[in-house]
């Protein structure tokens, strides 16, 4: 689920079950959300010292009907020992050595598309989505900022509806580029969660994601993350997520938030307004 960041796994899942409990699933398929937030993380992937990394994405997504076009374009800060490089924000940097250093700029702008009700049993209140993402090299690999290569990962969504509870599964692969003289694994990536839908405008939930590690030789990532998904208003939602890792690999603790508006919603308040 961390194909393109914790803040993308959380939302989704928050959006998803918001928009289905609203009833809305129609006006789902014709919309234009924009999001922004900061995320923060550290830990020392296997190294000595401490990598921190300051993730601020810019996400436009567009849905129509059963399709959806997602792109973040995000900027990163990273405090790290020199010549660390990240594979993946937030996730299994390859840590460096020598004097710590800030490298800041534009990280990798990620694109995804995604299949709703690739499979639907309205009986069994089960869905079936299918996700296509590319990581494209946009990030300054001089500073180590990013891969200098392109990943590509195909993932399918699983969730499965108890009235207010929802769940979700979460399998798929991921094809890694390699930089100059780094041999990077093609991982496979799964997590599971459930969210609890504590109100018409407030839901709360967890999930456990695991990927294999492209590092030979180095454990496998495994996280524990919760969020919070509040809907401010007609077109407005704020979630706050935290998250720990559970192996040498995996970032020591993290946390963000993350503000996302509906625009078709909003176009319709202002109407309304006037």
Same mark, same amino acid.
């Given at each position: ?16 079950? @918001?928009?289905?409990? #609203? ?8 919309? @234009? ?8 993380? *550290? ?64 990280? #990798? ?21 299918? *996700? ?61 969660? %459930?969210?609890?839908?504590?109100? #018409? ?24 993350? %919760? ?38 919603? @909003? ?5 309304? #307004?006037?």
């Amino acid at each position: 689920m961390k194909a393109d960041r914790r803040i993308t796994a959380a939302v989704a899942f928050a959006a998803f079950v @918001l928009v289905s409990a #609203d009833g809305a699933a129609e006006e789902a398929g014709a919309d @234009l959300r924009i999001s922004t937030g900061v995320e923060y993380s *550290t830990g020392e992937y296997g190294g000595t010292d401490d990598i921190e990394e300051l993730y601020v994405p810019f996400t436009f997504r567009v849905g129509l009907d059963r399709v959806s076009f997602r792109l973040t374009a995000p900027y990163l800060s990273v405090t790290a020992p020199e010549d660390t490089v990240i594979t993946d924000p937030g996730a299994e940097p390859l840590p460096g050595s020598g004097a710590t250093v800030t490298e800041s700029g534009p990280g #990798d702008v990620i694109g995804a598309v995604t299949l709703y009700d690739l499979y639907v049993s309205d009986k069994a209140n089960f869905v079936l989505d299918a *996700t296509g993402k590319i990581k494209f090299a946009t990030a300054d690999e001089t500073k180590g900022l990013g891969t200098g290569e392109n990943d590509y990962t195909l993932q399918f969504d699983a969730y499965r509806f108890f009235d207010r509870l929802s769940l979700q599964g979460t399998a798929g692969y991921r094809l890694r580029g390699d930089p100059p003289g780094v041999d990077l694994n093609d991982v496979f990536l799964a997590s599971v969660g %459930g969210a609890w839908l504590a109100s #018409d405008s407030a839901m709360f939930g967890v999930y456990f994601d695991y990927r294999e590690s492209s590092i030979s030789g180095t454990d496998d990532v495994q996280e524990l993350s %919760g969020f919070a998904s509040f809907r401010l208003s007609r077109a407005w939602r704020m979630e706050l997520y935290a998250f720990t890792g559970l192996t040498d690999s995996s970032t020591d603790f993290g946390g963000g938030i993350l503000f996302s508006t509906d625009l078709s919603q @909003l176009r319709v308040s202002d109407r309304q #307004d006037y």
